[in-house]
């Protein structure tokens, strides 16, 4: 038995319509990696809020160690010995490594010594870091190394690592993991929320389980598969997608030599991809983030111009048409990015409905809205992909990162578009919500819609793709049969080696 670090007795929390946390027990031991699990909605970035002082529980006490713990806001949690590290990453694309540091420290110190000291943390946790790199420079693993060096250098008793993974590769986790082990090995505790369960087995030495803001279970990670903790998180049998009923037909999407200059200085320049997408197919492309997803879905959504004979709809040069021309041509997309991008956070799931629906759906006529149906579609949304939430008049910005999530997917899906772009249709979304958007794309593929699957989800790729191509540095491998694929020729790919086989390397 580990010594009791933090203690939460009875923490409760409830919004209007909601009661996101309700008397939540359990306690951290010193040194020890302890899983949060949990559905979308199940109350864990409230409680974890809770913990670092951004919410405060209406009833309930917290225990650190043995005194009482109530911080006011994250900076009396972080004087107390709390880092975390939320999964949207908070950093200034502008500035560099030490600089972004200094932004969230209390007192930092001259910047000579700082970068000393991010030079020493980084090297002794093996997670190398140049002070001096403009941090728009660096790729998504090197990011979150900032923001976990930000918090080291605070030498924090628990450390709370939000889905740290979600952008990283294969061997970054691997990296961030030995990071956690040694962390864990000092006397530092870890709070681990992730919806990817094997790594939860893999890292975790406990588990808590939430569901409807209660604790509903524990567990061992290390001896309790992937598939009974998920069915412990939702409190039934997970769903497994089928694959059947798809049938490729003729070709609806090709890209010609698709070309684009990056956007801005810290993006990705499109080079010459060329591709077909057919009815009934699913085509993934994987790659490490900051490899062009987000402009190549920017180039095919419309919101970022290309040139003419590139981009064909139906044979149809859709290369200067806007992102409303190509949904009424049946083009609908959903960008990586949910709140500030595919929904605006301050508007109502309904105005968010009406933002990318108001054509397909017919939600306007003579230049008015229909608001009744407009609300109708949401309330469809949200009772077809199971989104918490009490209502469609709620706001987009109060519900949960993965219930934003499945909103965002499921209001493209039911315009039934007859080609669907979408990039990262899962991150954030627990087991079972990611099983019901997978099996959602394969039902449409299946009803003659063609299907352009970005992701950093191998596994996801593999499960639904009938093809699958590496986008690497604005390059696009020519598609292969997802079929008979492995593992290490994928990581080939996604490298940049895309005729090579493993047996050659």
């Known amino acids: 038995?580990?010594?009791?670090?933090?203690?939460?007795?009875?923490?409760?929390?409830?919004?209007?319509?909601?009661?996101?946390?309700?008397?939540?027990?359990?306690?951290?031991?010193?040194?020890?990696?302890?899983?949060?699990?949990?559905?979308?909605?199940?109350?864990?970035?409230?409680?974890?809020?809770?913990?670092?002082?951004l919410v405060k529980p209406d009833t309930g006490t917290m225990l650190l160690d043995g005194a009482e713990f109530r911080p006011a806001e994250p900076k009396a949690a972080r004087a107390s010995g709390i880092g975390m590290v939320?999964?949207?990453?908070?950093?200034?694309?502008a500035l560099n490594v030490a600089e972004n540091i200094a932004l969230g420290m209390e007192n930092p110190p001259p910047f000579s010594d700082l970068s000393s000291r991010i030079k020493s943390v980084s090297e002794t946790y093996g997670l190398p870091l140049d002070p001096a790199r403009i941090v728009g420079d660096l790729s998504a693993g090197e990011r979150q190394r900032v923001e976990i060096i930000r918090c080291l250098l605070q030498d924090p008793r628990l450390l709370i690592m939000d889905e740290p993974t979600s952008v990283l590769t294969p061997q970054e986790v691997a990296t961030l993991f030995d990071t956690l082990r040694l962390l864990s090995s000092k006397g530092t505790a870890i709070l681990y929320i992730?919806?990817?369960?094997?790594?939860i087995r893999t890292l975790c030495e406990h588990a808590t389980i939430l569901r409807l803001g209660k604790v509903v279970g524990t567990c061992d990670p290390r001896e309790t598969s992937a598939r009974d903790m998920a069915e412990m998180m939702v409190g039934s049998k997970l769903h497994t997608p089928t694959n059947a009923g798809k049938k490729a037909g003729e070709v609806l999407l090709e890209l010609k030599g698709l070309s684009a200059p990056a956007p801005h200085r810290f993006g990705t320049a499109l080079k010459s991809i060329s591709l077909s997408v057919r009815s009934g197919e699913i085509v993934g492309i994987g790659g490490v983030a900051g490899n062009g997803q987000d402009e190549l879905v920017a180039a095919l959504s419309g919101e970022m111009g290309t040139g003419a004979q590139m981009i064909f709809l139906d044979g149809r040069d859709i290369g200067a048409a806007s992102p409303n021309e190509?949904?009424?041509?049946?083009?609908?997309?959903?960008?990586?990015?949910?709140?500030?991008?595919?929904?605006a956070p301050d508007m109502t799931l309904t105005e968010n409905a009406l933002l990318t629906a108001r054509t397909r759906k017919q939600l306007t006529k003579n230049g008015f809205v229909d608001w009744e149906k407009a609300r109708e579609f949401a309330r469809d949304v949200i009772a077809a992909f199971d989104v918490r939430t009490p209502g469609p008049e709620n706001a987009a910005r109060s519900l949960s990162g993965g219930n934003l999530q499945k909103f965002v997917i499921g209001r493209e899906i039911m315009q039934k578009p007859r080609v669907l772009v979408v990039n990262q249709p899962t991150w954030g979304v627990d087991a079972s919500a990611a099983a019901s958007i997978r099996q959602a794309l394969l039902d449409l593929a299946a009803e003659g819609a063609a299907v352009v699957c970005i992701s950093q989800d191998l596994d996801e790729l593999m499960e639904i793709s009938d093809r699958f191509a590496a986008l690497n540095g604005g390059e696009l491998a020519a598609p292969r049969p997802t079929e008979g694929l492995t593992v290490e020729t994928i990581g080939l790919m996604l490298g940049g080696a895309h005729d090579m086989e493993p047996a050659h390397v």
Do not use: W
């Open 1 to 53: 038995m580990r010594e009791k670090l933090l203690e939460l007795k009875g923490l409760t929390k409830a919004y209007p319509g909601v009661v996101a946390n309700s008397d939540v027990t359990f306690t951290i031991g010193k040194g020890e990696i302890h899983a949060l699990l949990g559905e979308n909605g199940a109350g864990k970035s409230t409680l974890v809020k809770t913990i670092y002082g």
């Open 86 to 93: 939320f999964q949207h990453f908070s950093l200034f694309d």
């Open 194 to 199: 992730s919806h990817k369960l094997e790594e």
């Open 326 to 343: 190509r949904r009424a041509l049946g083009l609908c997309a959903a960008p990586e990015e949910r709140n500030g991008h595919a929904a």
